[in-house]
Structure formats: structure tokens, C-alpha cells
């Protein structure tokens, strides 16, 4: 019987690799016993879901309120200007 | 050639909030995602006859930006990677007791889909993302965020073994999923 150490491991792999199936089997065995194994196995699996919805909304991960600072702006704007008027 | 496309220098102005935003979710460090803004504009500026025209102007230059992301990623994995790495993934953590068993509470997750339209939680995720050791942070958002393969990251964050990311991918969810739980799930449910 696997530990729940290894249980959350494998739960972990399974979702960047293909489980053989004794890795299979051994998850699903612990599962089927182990209540908090069970939820953390479904917990990963919507912080996957919801991580992808942070991805797909382009700025979940950082509130739309963030803004450039007026420093950076005018420091990026000079380095433009610069490429694209390299006369002056 | 789109409108916008023919007037750079309204780049900035249109997409440079965008593009920071973007880039600040991935690299979580303020100065160097406006230096990557920079970055891509001026790469922008210099590719910009090369532009097909089939995306839009922002979509275009996050395309850049993506590029630019990984560059960065990069370089920051030249250097002492591999000690780092076989540090985190041996440490001993709280998690688990000495047989195994788990030594925290998992609360229950309660619709978390609703989650991210409320700003207090994004908050939250932002903090426990910020409270990884950075390099645990990009393995973690590139994988998940971005959903890249483990192959390609493992040769972008120059992680030597496939082993090893699963290691490392595997606590950084515990820890993750821990963070949320002390911060937000556990709250929920009183």
C-alpha cells in the first residue's frame, strides 16, 4: 500500500505524464481508502483548471489595475524613439 | 498593413499595459518585465515588415513577448540550478509525518471556477505563486499557465532529468495547494 506521500506524487505525475499502469493501480488502490488523498487528488486537478482560466483571461495572474509606472513609460519611450528615429 | 501597425510609436500607449501585465504574470518581477516590454517593442519595431498581417497587432507582439519570456527563463536557469534543485526536491517538508501520512488539513475546495472573477482571491494566488523560490514559480506557470510540455521546459529551466521535474512539479502543487488552503479554501467554510 502506498503512502500518502507517494500517492500525492503520483497524482502530481499524472498530470504532466502518462502513469504505467502499477503506478495506476497503486493510485487508484490508495484513493479508494483514503479520503483526504481523494480530495487532494481533485484539488489538483482544479488548481490545474483554474490556472488555465488565469492563463486564458491573459492578466488573472496580475490585476488589470497594473499599469507601466511614468518612469518605465518615458525610459521605453526614449529607447523607441531612438530605433525609430536614429537620426536625432 | 493594419493602421496600427504602421505607427509604432503608438505602441506603447495601446499595448504596453497589456503587454506588462502579461509579462509581469509570468516573470513576477517588476523591472524585468518592463524590460522585457521594451524589448519586444523594439524587436517589434525592427520586425515589423515581416508581419503577415493575419493576427492582431497585440497578439503579434505578445507572440514576441513569449519569446522573450523564454530567453529570460534561460539565462536565469544557467547557473547553480542542479544543487538548487536537488535541494528542493530531497528537503524534508511539514506535510507529511514520518510514515507518509498527511500532518495538514485539507479543507475543501468549494467551487473554485468562481474564484478568480473575485479580486481578493487573485490576490491570494498571486502571494502563495510569490512565496515560491522563484525558479518554482516559472516551472510551475510555465507548466500550468502556459500548459508547455515537461520536455521543453525541463531544457528551457535546464532541469537534468524528467524524474526530477515530477519531483519538483509534484511539491510545488502541495505547497501551492497548502497555500491556498491556509489563505482562502479554510476560510471559506466556517
Given at each position: 500500500m502506498l503512502t500518502c506521500k507517494e500517492a500525492s506524487h503520483l497524482a502530481s505525475k499524472s498530470l504532466d505524464a502518462k502513469l504505467t499502469w502499477r503506478e495506476r493501480f497503486g493510485l487508484c488502490l490508495h484513493i479508494a481508502m483514503c479520503g483526504l488523498c481523494r480530495r487532494y487528488v481533485r484539488d489538483l486537478k482544479k488548481l490545474r483548471a483554474m490556472m488555465k482560466a488565469a492563463g486564458n483571461s491573459g492578466q488573472a495572474l496580475v490585476p488589470e489595475a497594473v499599469k507601466l509606472s511614468e518612469a518605465s513609460r518615458q525610459r521605453i519611450k526614449q529607447a523607441l524613439s531612438k530605433a525609430l528615429h536614429p537620426s536625432k | 498593413m493594419t493602421h496600427e501597425m504602421s505607427k509604432p510609436e503608438q505602441w506603447l500607449g495601446l499595448y504596453g499595459d497589456v503587454l506588462y501585465r502579461y509579462a509581469l504574470s509570468r516573470v513576477r518581477n517588476p523591472d524585468v518585465a518592463e524590460d522585457l516590454v521594451q524589448e519586444t517593442l523594439l524587436a517589434g519595431i525592427k520586425a515589423k515588415d515581416n508581419?503577415?498581417?493575419?493576427?492582431a497587432v497585440q497578439t503579434w507582439l505578445i507572440g514576441i513577448l513569449k519569446h522573450k519570456i523564454i530567453d529570460y527563463f534561460r539565462k536565469a536557469s544557467r547557473e547553480k540550478t542542479q544543487e538548487f534543485d536537488d535541494r528542493f526536491a530531497t528537503e524534508e517538508d511539514d506535510y507529511f509525518d514520518q510514515q507518509g501520512s498527511w500532518q495538514i488539513d485539507l479543507s475543501s475546495w468549494s467551487?473554485?471556477?468562481?474564484?478568480?472573477?473575485q479580486e481578493q482571491f487573485i490576490e491570494v494566488l498571486q502571494t502563495c505563486i510569490d512565496r515560491l523560490p522563484p525558479r518554482m514559480a516559472q516551472l510551475f506557470i510555465l507548466r500550468e499557465?502556459?500548459?508547455?510540455e515537461s520536455e521543453k521546459i525541463c531544457e528551457t529551466l535546464s532541469i537534468s532529468t524528467l524524474n526530477n521535474f515530477w519531483v519538483m512539479m509534484s511539491r510545488v502543487r502541495v505547497q501551492l495547494r497548502h497555500c491556498l488552503d491556509l489563505n482562502w479554501f479554510g476560510k471559506q467554510e466556517l
Open positions: - | 508581419y503577415a498581417g493575419q493576427a467551487k473554485p471556477d468562481k474564484c478568480l472573477e499557465l502556459d500548459g508547455m
